[in-house]
Every structure is written in C-alpha cells, then in structure tokens.
C-alpha cells in the first residue's frame, strides 16, 4: 500500500484528503503544522507528500527544502506565477490550487507515483552538453533548439516522474518566453523525432492530460 502524507492545518480539507485517498486504497499520515511534519517525517518515510504552504511553526516554503527524495505535491490557494516558479525550482514535482478537483489531483498522484518501467538505461544512453546546448545520444551527437534543449533539460532532471505541462511551461520561462502550451506540443514532437532518430528507440513518454516523462 502506497502512503500518502497530508501536510495541512484545515482540518475540514485534511479530513476531506484522507477519505478520498483511503477510498482509493492509499494509506495516509497527516500533520498540521511545519514542525510537526518534520517529526513525522523523521519517524516515516511516505511515498508521497501533499503539503500546504501556509502552515503555522515552520511554513510550506520552508518545510519543502527539508523534504528529500520524497515526491512533494503543493496542494495551496497561495500560488501565483512567481511562486509556483520558486517552489518547483525549490523542490516540488507539481502544485495543485486550491479549490482543486478530486479526480485531477488524484491523476497527478497516481503519474508521481508510478515507478520507471522502462528496461533500457537512459542515463548512460542520453547525456546533455552544456557548452553546445545539445544532447549525445548513445554517443551521436544530437542539435536542439534553445527550446527542446531547455524542456530534455527538465525531463531529465525529474527521471521516473512525470513532469507537468505547466511545470515545463514555468521553468523554461525565463529562456523561451515565446512558448506557449500549443507550440509545446511542436517542440516536444521534434525532441521526441530528434532522439528516436539518433538513439532507435522512444526517450519520452507522452501521458495524456498531466504531461511528459523521460523513459
């Protein structure tokens, strides 16, 4: 059973969580301050954490770096452009605002949580160069645009997750401010094409509604 932490000091939304994602099957810990998060955190290891950002004792922003290689889902109403940025620079695999939709949240969930089945090892297959803005794969040396170099970038530093198109959006911001969700799709396609073509083989994963992932 998958264990999902509810880091949040609403009660009524807290016990909202919990039904929802013990009618699903998840096992569920909660706490409702920063500080007592980082307790429970101490003492078990979820695989997943829900946390809200305004928290009293230590508060979402400042709770999040302290969370290690644990999946972090910010579930919040205090979220505009500039701070989704930080938070998903600072550590967090994806956000949800409140109010949200139970079935899209568990959706986002499910894609954190679902492991890398790929049989082949992308790591030593794909390596990026930095100088170049490019990609070597299986040693081929591939040419991106600033564009794809940016969004392989981000793919590959979230391995075994899927990375939100919205996530994609915000961080490859500051460099391709031109880009928007509809000619994301383009410049996927032909990172996709590029790396099929050098390696014979698929490097990204497309899942329908939530976003992409590096296989």
Known sequence: MKTVA?????VYIGD???TLLQCEGYGVVRAYSGTEALMLLS???????????MLPGLSGEELLPKIKNIPV?????KLDIENKVELLMGGACDYVTKPFDPKELLARIAV???GNRSEHDTENELALDFAARGVTVCGTQVHLTRTEYAILKILMQNPNRVVSKSLILDRISMDTPDCTENSLKVHISNLHR????????DYIESVWGIGFRIL
């Open 6 to 10: 509810v880091i949040d000091d609403d």
């Open 16 to 18: 909202m969580l919990e």
């Open 43 to 53: 003492q078990t290891r979820p695989d997943i954490v829900l946390l809200d950002l």
């Open 73 to 77: 889902i910010i579930v919040s109403a």
């Open 112 to 114: 954190q949580l679902r």
């Open 194 to 201: 590029k790396l099929r073509a050098a390696g014979g083989r």
